[in-house]
């Protein structure tokens, strides 16, 4: 058997691969690349959710679990997991957010065609437009960034402009 760009499977296996071995943005090209020619292939949604998982991009995981939770039942966990107190809406310290997970906890289309997953996949909740930023801290008593906070938050901004 051949495997050609196109081949679905093949893909994903690469994506498995290099997803074991940590280099995530590779899986997730073969994850996307996978998914561009069979969009129901629920092993490749479960992987490319588990190498966002993985790399800290909670929003991007429950969006890709979402896809594979009616027919993957690890899916199904993994996005009661991400719902338990709104974790897929929660920075932890030095983790920083990718343009595409902000744009998903931002956008209200994008939000709303998410509540219609869950609802499709039996979860009764809806996406909370807002995150939770553990890594950002204040003077006590006031409302001013420190200055450790106002370089990390606008290092991790630049790239949305």
Avoid at 8 to 31: C, D, F, P, R, V
Wanted: hydrophobic share 30%.
């Amino acid at each position: 058997m051949r495997y050609g760009s196109d081949h679905a499977e093949a893909h994903n296996n690469l994506g498995s691969l290099l997803e074991k071995e940590g280099k995530y943005e590779q899986a997730i090209a073969h994850y996307k690349q996978a998914l561009r020619t069979k969009p129901n292939l629920s092993q490749a949604w479960y992987g490319l959710g588990e190498t966002y998982y993985k790399q800290g991009q909670f929003p991007l995981s429950l969006e890709a679990h979402l896809h594979a939770c009616q027919t993957d039942k690890d899916s199904k966990k993994r996005l009661v997991e991400l719902l338990t107190e709104n974790r897929y809406a929660v920075i932890d310290d030095g983790k920083i957010l990718n343009k595409e997970s902000l744009l998903l906890l931002y956008d209200k289309q994008r939000r709303e065609r998410i509540d219609r997953m869950l609802s499709d996949c039996g979860l009764r909740t809806k996406i909370k437009g807002k995150g939770t930023f553990r890594n950002v801290t204040f003077h006590t008593g006031e409302a001013t960034l420190t200055k450790s906070a106002k370089q990390s938050v606008f290092r991790r901004t630049m790239p949305l402009s």
